[in-house]
């Protein structure tokens, strides 16, 4: 029944013949969705999404809390070869606008307590059908999923189909979406599944966010290709992490997760049992590596990835799992290091622009052919923006970004998109928003304001201005009033001096 489908096929396999298998076990009630109920609900959520007019192709647009339904509609997505688009849930009205234009989803599932918000913005935007999904599985959605038949002939889907869009930001603050093909995801999941030995016996704390790739495509797809199970959290509980360890053989976190896990009683015992801890989507301090291994006796395995390229390069299972590195590149991935000016190979030990190559790749921007060109040469790398070196004995540093990306809490911010509310704000002359370094998130979006003479501009005004468009994670951790902002002889701002100037500021 799924044969013909790229990824589903793939999905499935590990778990044929094993259909009383548990799949997902929520930590609150204990109660478990076995594999073969998970996928005769992912049928079923297939039967719906054809019932209200989806067709191969088209774009299905999620924003609704984390749920076992949610994963079902994912499998369900892939199962009608639709794309599937989750957005953060963070995301306000204004940024939702953007995404459901660009887009044009053919169906969008929300919260219903969101729904009176979002209907007109979905009405503007053309998107023909709006269903509910709450963070108790109730909604317009689960109920016809529960109405529907199992046994849904999957689409057939070629390896170079899209399976889904994610948004990224973009430094002139436009959003891109990233297309990520059947091949990408699948393969990359394969590959992670092997790397990092899952079986079939492995129980996965799985408390990472699934509109995001670590969350969706790492932590759920290498699970089911592994036939394995999940203790499943609606979001980061310190204490129900440590309290599932002696159950579970691995976490996947970002370093917020590790960071806050130190301090809550009961680690070290509780640790015992697992075999893996994963750590990705921002950098981990070579502090927190140290402190886990001395607490646990167990080193956090850190890995690199993006939004365009799922994972790329791991530290090694086996060998040393070397703090501040990344590892390797990744079986079937090509990893160098560019000259930013020149574009040629460096040699190891130089610092360049990272660039990667392979299966995983993201297929291009979603109608955006001009920065898919800029970004993804003709000979298949992709210029990732990040700043790394590559040690004598092979391992990577990513030592900055190009860019001015900022990573807080796992989550990408682009200073571009705030500083144009910022600067939208009576009063102000100008604004530089930075990440500095913060010991929960890594790094904290900070803005930097000049302001009018005698303008009554403050860190709460603005505060207040630009909080309805932006999502919390973007929003600043602080903002501070300063007479200029330091520029070079250009009249360039230099942002690189701005972070060395703010670098304690949470310290």
């Known amino acids: 029944m799924y044969e013909q489908n790229y990824l589903a096929r793939r999905l499935r396999a590990a778990s044929i013949g094993r259909d009383d298998a548990p799949f997902l076990k929520d930590h609150r009630t204990g109660a478990s969705l076995s594999y073969g109920a998970f996928f005769a609900n992912a049928e079923r959520m297939a039967a719906v999404l054809a019932a209200n007019g989806v067709r191969p192709g088209d774009r299905i647009a999620v924003q609704a809390p984390k749920t076992q339904a949610m994963l079902e509609l994912y499998v369900g997505a892939v199962l009608a070869g639709a794309v599937f688009l989750p957005l953060n849930t963070a995301y306000t009205g204004a940024e939702?606008?953007?995404?459901?234009?660009?887009?044009?989803?053919?169906?969008?599932?929300?919260?219903?307590?969101?729904?009176?918000a979002l209907e007109p913005i979905a009405a503007k935007a053309q998107v023909p059908v709006i269903l509910t999904l709450a963070a108790d599985e109730t909604g317009t959605l689960t109920e016809a999923r529960d109405a529907a038949s199992p046994g849904f002939q999957a689409v057939v889907r070629e390896a170079?189909?899209?399976?889904?869009?994610?948004?990224?930001?973009?430094?002139?603050?436009?959003?891109?979406?990233?297309?990520?093909?059947?091949?990408?995801?699948?393969?990359?999941?394969?590959?992670?599944?092997?790397?990092w030995r899952f079986t079939a016996d492995d129980v996965l704390i799985h408390a990472?966010?699934?509109?995001?790739?670590?969350?969706l495509f790492v932590a759920t797809n290498i699970a089911a290709m592994a036939g394995a199970s999940c203790i499943f959290m609606a979001g980061f509980d310190a204490e129900a992490i440590v309290a599932a360890m002696p159950e579970a053989t691995a976490l996947m976190g970002v370093p917020t997760f590790y960071v806050r896990l130190l301090e809550t009683p009961g680690l070290?015992?509780?640790?015992?049992?697992?075999?893996?801890?994963?750590?990705?989507?921002?950098p981990l301090l070579a502090e927190t590596h140290e402190r886990w291994h001395r607490l646990t006796c167990h080193a956090i395995l850190e890995r690199y990835g993006m939004t365009e390229t799922?994972?790329?390069?791991?530290?090694?299972?086996?060998?040393?799992?070397?703090?501040?590195?990344?590892?390797?590149?990744?079986?079937?991935?090509?990893?160098?290091?560019?000259?930013?000016?020149?574009?040629?190979?460096?040699?190891?030990?130089?610092?360049?622009?990272?660039?990667?190559?392979?299966?995983?790749?993201?297929s291009?921007?979603?109608?955006?052919?001009?920065?898919?060109?800029?970004e993804l040469r003709e000979n298949g790398f992709f210029i990732t923006g990040?700043?790394?070196e590559i040690s004598a004995d092979g391992y990577i540093s990513i030592v900055g970004r190009a860019k001015d990306l900022i990573i807080t809490g796992g989550y990408n911010v682009y200073p571009k998109e705030i500083e144009l509310l910022i600067d939208a704000v009576e009063g102000v002359v100008e604004s530089a928003v930075i990440g500095v370094p913060h010991k929960d998130f890594g790094e904290a979006v900070v803005a930097l304001v000049v302001a009018e003479p005698g303008a009554d501009v403050s860190e709460a005004?603005?505060?207040?201005?630009?909080?309805?468009?932006?999502?919390?994670?973007?929003?600043?951790?602080?903002?501070?009033?300063?007479?200029a902002l330091i520029r070079n002889t250009m009249g360039k701002v230099q942002k690189k001096e701005l972070r060395a100037a703010w670098k304690d500021l949470f310290a």
């Open 96 to 116: 939702l606008a953007y995404f459901l234009g660009d887009a044009e989803p053919a169906l969008l599932v929300c919260d219903p307590a969101n729904l009176a």
């Open 160 to 195: 170079g189909d899209l399976a889904a869009i994610l948004y990224t930001s973009g430094t002139t603050g436009r959003s891109k979406g990233a297309m990520l093909s059947h091949l990408a995801l699948a393969s990359n999941s394969e590959t992670l599944k092997d790397y």
């Open 208 to 215: 990472l966010p699934i509109f995001h790739t670590h969350g």
């Open 268 to 282: 070290a015992d509780a640790a015992r049992n697992m075999r893996l801890f994963v750590s990705g989507s921002a």
């Open 310 to 362: 799922n994972m790329n390069t791991s530290n090694p299972y086996d060998g040393e799992r070397r703090a501040g590195t990344v590892g390797f590149p990744l079986p079937g991935v090509e990893v160098i290091v560019t000259d930013p000016d020149t574009g040629a190979e460096v040699p190891a030990g130089q610092v360049g622009i990272l660039e990667v190559r392979g299966e995983n790749l993201f």
């Open 364 to 374: 291009g921007y979603w109608r955006m052919p001009e920065k898919t060109a800029e």
């Open 386 to 388: 990040d700043m790394a």
């Open 461 to 483: 005004s603005i505060m207040a201005a630009i909080g309805p468009d932006l999502a919390r994670f973007k929003q600043p951790k602080r903002v501070i009033i300063v007479d």
